[in-house]
């Protein structure tokens, strides 16, 4: 089947600090959303890649490439970002059936990751365990167990230290990241007959409500997510180490 990534780099991201964009803040000499690209490309250079965007982006994207060496410029088609994650995810998959359109392609001859730009560090290894997970009806999902103890809060309308909470077992839980997986008919259902009033926090929680089974795979504890400076510190620390 074709494997199809959806790289979400949509957001400002001005929390990471700097002038631009996480997305685009350089991470050993590339963007960030560079790495993620590598990754999917390593791992199966015959991937398609949509990168979704807010269109004030675009150009700011194509400068970047044009700065890098012939040798790490990776084909990818470009998106609109929509005005959050969910809407951002729908307009990738739109993207999607129209260029899968032009290939003669159907959704039933596509598999889908969808991950976050501002996670870096996946490797060709977990996302090849994410597309073995996937299956009809099934969203395969990579997890972690959690590190630190749990409680719950048991007033969600109060500030922290305002709340009461109760200790939680934290052998029920896992910290779940992406690429989260599905078939592309799967995913293109999914998001088609989403609750527009719905809470949804990723895509897994789009497809159990869809009815669909979530299947867990083994993620990884460098696949952190950047979301401010010192994220950024950590990430470029890990992806010496991962690189040496």
Not at 7 to 31: N, T
Not at 170 to 197: H, K, L, M, N
Request: aromatic letters at 6%.
């Amino acid at each position: 089947m074709q494997k199809v990534a959806i790289i979400l780099a949509g957001g400002e991201g001005r929390r990471a600090g700097g002038d631009v964009p996480k997305q685009f803040r350089m991470l050993a000499q590339h963007p960030v959303v560079w790495w993620s690209m590598k990754a999917f490309y390593d791992e199966d250079p015959e991937v398609l890649i949509i990168l979704v965007l807010q269109p004030g982006f675009f150009d700011d994207w194509d400068l970047l490439v044009e700065e890098l060496p012939i040798r790490d410029r990776i084909e990818c088609h470009l998106c609109c970002g929509g005005k959050d994650r969910v809407h951002s995810v729908a307009n990738g998959l739109s993207a999607l059936s129209e260029i899968i359109s032009q290939k003669g392609l159907t959704p039933r001859d596509v598999m889908v990751a969808v991950h976050d730009g501002a996670r870096p560090l996946l490797t060709p290894d977990m996302i090849r365990r994410g597309w073995s997970s996937v299956g009809p009806g099934i969203c395969g999902v990579p997890a972690i167990p959690p590190v630190n103890s749990l409680r719950r809060l048991t007033e969600n309308d109060r500030p922290i230290e305002e709340s009461d909470s109760v200790s939680v077992p934290r052998s029920e839980y896992v910290e779940v990241q992406t690429p989260q997986v599905f078939t592309g008919e799967d995913a293109i259902r999914c998001y088609e007959e989403r609750d527009p009033e719905g809470v949804y926090t990723d895509d897994a929680s789009i497809a159990e409500a869809a009815g669909m089974k979530v299947r867990l795979y083994r993620g990884s504890e460098t696949n952190i997510k950047i979301t401010n400076p010192l994220d950024h510190e950590i990430a470029s620390l890990l992806l010496r180490e991962i690189r040496d």
